[in-house]
Each structure stands twice: as structure tokens, then as C-alpha cells.
């Protein structure tokens, strides 16, 4: 199973950014995906889920500003993000859980800049 991020960049505050993870080799459909993300010196934090049902969730701080979901027809998902804040700052990771193996894989993340 392969993940590939893409869509970071540097940005000002309260601009939007939208994040992708092309992935490959799993089934798709079924598997729980998520955004995390990990900012210097600040461990990795889920920032927001879909399941394979579609069914979302999303970190406190990032509710009402951040989007995700999924393109099963293009084994994608996305994030994003609107009402970026200079807090938002950090590296960004796509994870995928396998159905029904439960085994997870990462991407190699995509650097997401908030200017003030």
C-alpha cells in the first residue's frame, strides 16, 4: 500500500489550502482514513477522520474551518482547509487503515506554512 501527499505549501493567515493522498494498493472502499499532522517538537495529533462508511470526524481546533473526504473512484483523499491560522503550521500525513487486516500505513507528508 502506497500513500502520496500533495497540495502544502505556504500560505497567508486566512487563506485555504486543499490537501490530496493518491493512494494505491489497498481495496479503498472499506479502509478508515485520516489527516494527521505534527508540528516542531509537538508530537502527531489526528486532525480528522472518514471511515470507509463516510462517516467524519475532526480535532476541536480545526472544526468548521477544515473538510475531509474521499473520491473512491480515485482511491484520493482530500482535505481542506479554509481559515488557515499560523497555528495550523505543521507537517500534514495521510493514514490509511486496512479492511479488515487493521494495518496502518502513512505517507511521507506534505509541509503545510501558515504566515501571519
Known amino acids: 500500500v502506497q500513500l502520496v501527499e500533495s497540495g502544502g505549501g505556504l500560505v497567508q493567515a486566512g487563506g485555504s489550502l486543499r490537501l490530496s493522498c493518491s493512494t494505491s494498493?489497498?481495496?479503498?472502499?472499506?479502509?478508515?482514513l485520516g489527516w494527521y499532522r505534527q508540528a516542531p517538537e509537538k508530537e502527531r495529533e489526528l486532525v480528522a477522520a472518514?471511515?470507509?462508511?463516510?462517516?467524519?470526524k475532526y480535532a476541536d481546533p480545526v472544526k468548521g474551518r477544515f473538510t475531509i473526504s474521499r473520491d473512491n473512484a480515485k482511491n484520493t483523499l482530500y482535505l481542506q482547509m479554509n481559515s488557515l491560522k499560523p497555528e495550523d503550521t505543521a507537517v500534514y500525513y495521510c493514514?490509511?487503515?486496512?479492511?479488515?487486516?487493521?494495518?496502518?500505513?502513512w505517507g511521507q507528508g506534505t509541509q503545510v506554512t501558515v504566515s501571519s
Open positions: 493514514n490509511l487503515v486496512e479492511w479488515p487486516s487493521k494495518k496502518q500505513y
Open positions: 494498493g489497498s481495496l479503498f472502499l472499506n479502509d478508515d
Open positions: 472518514i471511515t470507509g462508511g463516510g462517516s467524519t
